[in-house]
């Protein structure tokens, strides 16, 4: 697609709960990055990949995040065992092959937990 | 230390007029990338300009410009003939090349209103 794509828009869970989240790239754009908004200002790089190769993941809290770009499916991130300072915006963005490109985000995915 | 300063957490300007988002950045990467993007109340991140390291001459796209000033290390945001629409948050983002990283670092943003 022209858009990257993020489901659900909103995700509520109890702490404890795994959540998922779901990204679809855009078509032909080979780097996908994770970013987590909290506090409507504050940036956090989480993980990246390069088609279904993870990149870089040195923003990631390992212990209970885990992330996966499969061929022919949307990439996803996973928390298991959520607690409350996981809520946040989790966007996705991806960015073209040629690297430095611009990256493109989609709308976010909310996770409230309660 | 912070790769991204905003220091402006607010700012307001009258419609029609020019505006000035500040950005500093910290980085010891002769190759990088600098970028805005506008994040409407409606939560959306909006990719606006891109000024490279290299780049001779400062980026423009339509009524945004970019005053790169690589000795001072700074990408401030010029918004000529501001509009209602533009208020929203604004947050500039760095890549650095040689790292080969390619994730974006954030500044924490600058919220504009435009008064009408």
């Known amino acids: 697609g022209e858009e990257v794509a993020q489901t659900p828009k909103h995700l509520v869970r109890g702490e404890g709960q795994k959540a998922k989240l779901y990204c679809a790239p855009i078509?032909?754009?080979?780097?996908v990055f994770w970013y987590q908004q909290v506090l409507k200002n504050e940036f956090k790089f989480l993980i990246s990949f390069q088609n279904e190769n993870v990149f870089d993941e040195t923003g990631m809290p390992k212990e209970r995040f885990s992330a996966k770009c499969l061929p022919n499916s949307p990439c996803s991130l996973e928390i298991q065992a959520t607690k409350l300072e996981d809520s946040a915006v989790y966007f996705c963005?991806?960015?073209?092959?040629?690297?430095?490109?611009?990256?493109?985000f989609g709308p976010g995915t909310r996770l409230t937990v309660l | 230390a912070q790769k991204i300063t905003q220091t402006q957490p607010g700012m307001f300007v009258q419609e029609k007029e020019a505006v000035t988002l500040d950005c500093t950045y910290d980085?010891?990467?002769?190759?990088?990338?600098l970028f805005w993007y506008k994040q409407p109340s409606s939560g959306e991140m909006i990719f606006l300009i891109y000024?490279?390291?290299?780049?001779?001459q400062n980026a423009t796209e339509g009524r945004y410009s970019l005053n790169f000033q690589k000795a001072r290390k700074s990408a401030n945001l010029v918004i000529s003939a501001s509009q209602l629409g533009d208020s929203a948050m604004y947050f500039c983002?760095?890549?650095?090349?040689?790292?080969?990283?390619?994730?974006?670092?954030f500044g924490t943003g600058t919220r504009l209103t435009v008064i009408p």
């Open positions: 980085t010891s990467d002769p190759s990088y990338g």
């Open positions: 000024q490279g390291s290299y780049d001779q």
């Open positions: 983002a760095m890549r650095e090349a040689q790292t080969g990283a390619n994730n974006l670092f």
């Open positions: 078509k032909g754009h080979s780097y």
């Open positions: 963005a991806s960015s073209h092959p040629r690297r430095g490109s611009e990256q493109f």
